[in-house]
């Protein structure tokens, strides 16, 4: 059996077992133009320039410092596109030639595309770009405080950036700025095979990770980089490294697998005496689950780390980690969000190494004596009388250099993903994450980039308790046009502003629209967006503290019949007029606000008569837009009222009136003594200038129309006959006297026929 085919049966058996909700619907849904006109979306480009990869967020500044093709940028957070500076920062002419010499593309590739950007300190920011495959890097002054802001580089006060920036823009790097020192995972040749976890800056020496040893790095992809204390004592301070790469622990026979990984190093790590000498000592590394877990054992798995985000708490040692992933399987596609806990982080570091015995050289849990202090251990006085990692034993530093690996996985937190989305036309790209403070407790409001140029914004909403949580995908919003990827992700809290970067252009949003909700309390409520509140009068932005007697909010339950029980508005329902004729059709359009709204119909004759459900048959035809009735009879006429159901609650969305014209009105039927008639002159159909009348017309239009229709010598509609619901009962007149009223009616009184095509 082919590897393929043990492959495709093997994920198929995983996916069958567990397999993954259908996708989650927006509860809204709003397009490009619809935000650029009425939502605050806001967009910057510059010409001859792209990927806006490097987004560096200053709320003390006030500004956004952006790394593109070629150039940085300084924009204001209020409005990226008002008081742009720009510092213009190309590849030397030389390096774009030797770049082209080595068979790169000139006008893509030899070009410097800043990756990297960090706050260095009050005064200067720290960028590095490709530099047409000559890594540099570079302090850029960006004084705001003065009396004249200052945004400069120095073009000849540059240097080497290798180990910092990679040297293909393709490539990705991730790094972190801590103290005066800088931590990147990065490729550090020319043709991308040498990765490494690099320190550099700093007063302390360059240490990297093993080099050519897959047990360390296998081939990975770096995607996000942390700095998180271990406790009060700075020498126990750990750097968390993020990444995907090949599996080493793989199962035999199915080729490449890719992992997603957490590793760690700590800060004082200063390699080791005799051995590792310049490299790390306190390397570790395990897996990141993000499964849907099977019944029978077999998880479908979500192994392509994409983004990673780290929410601060209280707690500073203590963060919420929010990773998003997505699938190599060609069975299916999907993305999900999973949730890490440093505590479950510490607990996998501190559990079993990984170690490969055995007759087929298997994976397994590590059984004999770990040396002491025990490997990936920071030597401080928390953790023993070690002043140095040049300090540890041989024993030590062998067992780590042999065992970077830990056996036990990082779960997720309640053991599956927190959201995720399959079968849909998009990937999840970048995560950014706000905890708001709601008048129900804090929530966590994830918004997520995709590779089609949309936001996500979903909220993470406790289900029986704060231990189990349900995400509520509230918005999909289109941010690009043209469905460019979003490649970086930055949110401001203070400024309520979210930043977008891609290929082609940046863009700003606000993080909530409160008023798009609709106009009611029970819409308003129904949203459950903790940005958001009924105050009494309208949907609006919710302020802690802040004390109004008919503020309304309740994201956790999100009860308009406990809310909105005072909302004077309540039962008013909109009404319209609709005209039909007999053997016609006729559409009743009922759209509602949210697309997660479940559309039910009901019909009366009058509105003494009981409501009873409209029932869909093959000529009674639902739609996403609302009911189309084929071939309309008499029966059908009355009233038609549109129900929203949202999570549990109905609610009356338009009451529509529809009159049925019968269809001898309609042919304009006349006696055999019509002078048209015998003349061969056929008559104009009149019922669609009749129909025309879609609303019902201001008070007195209908009688200006009829009696013009009646100047015409075209009978009035007749007055509307006892009618049932669509499919039930006659209610037609007899055809008898139908015959009779319309052929032996006094010519008189009909007055001449008209001579007019009408």
């Known amino acids: 059996m082919s590897r393929t085919l043990l492959l495709l049966l093997f994920l198929l058996r995983g996916l069958a077992a567990g397999r993954p909700p259908t996708a989650a619907v927006p509860r809204l849904k709003l397009s490009f133009p619809e935000l650029r006109a009425r939502h605050g979306l806001r967009l910057f480009s510059l010409e001859h320039s792209c990927c806006y990869e490097a987004l560096l967020l200053d709320e003390e500044r006030g500004r956004l410092f952006v790394g593109a093709q070629n150039h940085l940028l300084s924009l204001a957070l209020d409005d990226i596109s008002q008081r742009d500076r720009k510092i213009y920062w190309p590849a030397p002419v030389e390096w774009r030639e030797e770049c082209n010499w080595a068979g790169k593309d000139i006008t893509a590739e030899c070009m410097n595309f800043v990756k990297i950007l960090h706050p260095y300190n009050r005064t200067h920011l720290y960028a590095c770009g490709t530099g047409a495959f000559h890594p540099v890097c570079a302090f850029i002054e960006a004084d705001q405080h003065a009396e004249e802001p200052v945004f400069k580089l120095d073009p000849h006060d540059t240097e080497d950036g290798k180990g910092k920036s990679p040297y293909d823009p393709r490539h990705t790097a991730a790094s972190v700025l801590v103290g005066e020192e800088l931590y990147s995972g990065v490729a550090t040749d020319l043709m991308g095979r040498d990765f490494t976890i690099f320190r550099s800056l700093g007063r302390r020496p360059s240490i990297r990770t093993e080099q050519h040893d897959s047990r360390w790095l296998n081939e990975p992809k770096f995607v996000a980089v942390f700095w998180v204390p271990e406790s009060e004592d700075p020498d126990d301070d750990k750097i968390y490294f993020f990444f995907r790469e090949t599996a080493v622990e793989r199962q035999q026979g199915l080729g490449k697998t890719s992992f997603a990984r957490i590793g760690q190093i700590c800060r004082n790590d200063m390699g080791g005496q005799r051995s590792l000498v310049n490299k790390w000592t306190t390397f570790l590394k395990a897996r990141l689950v993000c499964a849907v877990p099977g019944p029978d054992g077999a998880d479908t798995h979500f192994d392509e780390l994409r983004d990673v985000f780290l929410l601060q708490t209280r707690d500073k040692r203590n963060p919420l980690i929010y990773a998003i992933f997505s699938t190599s399987s060609f069975v299916f596609q999907g993305s999900a969000v999973c949730v890490y806990t440093m505590s479950d982080i510490r607990r996998a570091f ?213 809310l909105c029980s005072e909302d004077p508005r309540r039962d008013t329902v909109p009404q319209k007029q609709l005209y039909g004729v007999e053997g016609s059709t006729v559409f009743l359009e009922c759209i509602p606000k949210s697309l997660q709204a479940h559309i039910l119909w009901t019909y009366q004759r009058t509105l003494r008569d009981p409501q009873r459900e409209v029932q869909m048959d093959e000529r009674v035809v639902p739609t996403e837009r609302g009911v189309l009735l084929r071939s309309v009879k008499r029966s059908d006429a009355g009233l038609y009222l549109c129900h929203a159901t949202e999570h549990g609650f109905t609610q009356p969305l338009l009451r529509l009136s529809l009159e049925v014209i019968g269809a001898w009105q309609a042919t304009g039927v006349a006696s055999a003594g019509d002078p048209q008639l015998a003349a061969g002159i056929p008559r104009k159909v009149w019922y669609r200038d009749f129909l025309q009348l879609v609303e019902r017309p201001p008070l007195g239009a209908t009688d200006k129309v009829c009696q013009r229709l009646w100047s015409q010598g075209r009978p009035p509609p007749p007055p509307r006959a006892p009618a049932g619901p669509p499919g039930r009962g006659q209610g037609e007149e007899p055809r008898r006297a139908r015959r009779r009223r319309t052929h032996e009616g006094p010519r008189a009184e009909r007055g001449p026929r008209s001579a007019s095509p009408w």
């Not at 990936?376 to 990692?389: A, D, E, N, V, Y």
């Not at 993903?417 to 708001?436: E, G, K, S």
Request: net charge positive; proline share 9%; aromatic share 10%.
């Open 350 to 562: 501190l559990g079993p190494f990984a170690h490969k015995e055995g007759p087929n050289y298997q994976w397994v849990s590590y059984q004999g004596r770990v040396p002491y202090p025990r490997p990936g251990t920071c030597p401080s006085k928390t953790f023993g009388t070690f002043g140095s990692t040049k300090d540890f034993p041989d024993e030590v530093i062998q067992f780590a250099r042999h065992h970077p690996l830990m056996y036990n996985p990082v779960l997720p937190h309640g053991q599956r993903p927190l959201f995720l989305q399959t079968a849909v036309p998009y990937t999840f790209t970048r995560i950014a994450v706000d905890r708001v403070t709601a008048a129900d407790g804090h929530y966590d409001v994830l918004f997520i980039g995709t590779d089609v140029g949309t936001v996500l914004k979903v909220v993470s909403v406790p289900k029986e308790s704060w231990h189990r949580m349900e995400p509520l995908l509230l918005e999909e919003l289109q941010v690009f046009q043209n469905a460019s990827p979003i490649i970086s992700l930055q949110l401001s809290s203070k400024r309520h502003q979210l930043y977008a970067g891609s290929a082609t252009a940046l863009a700003q949003l606000p993080l909530h629209r409160c008023g798009a909700y609709g106009k009611a309390c029970a819409e308003c409520c129904l949203a459950r967006d903790p940005y958001c509140a009924w105050d009494g009068n309208t949907c609006t932005r919710y302020v802690p503290n802040t004390k109004r007697r008919f503020r309304r909010q309740d994201i956790r339950n999100g009860d308009p019949n406990v």
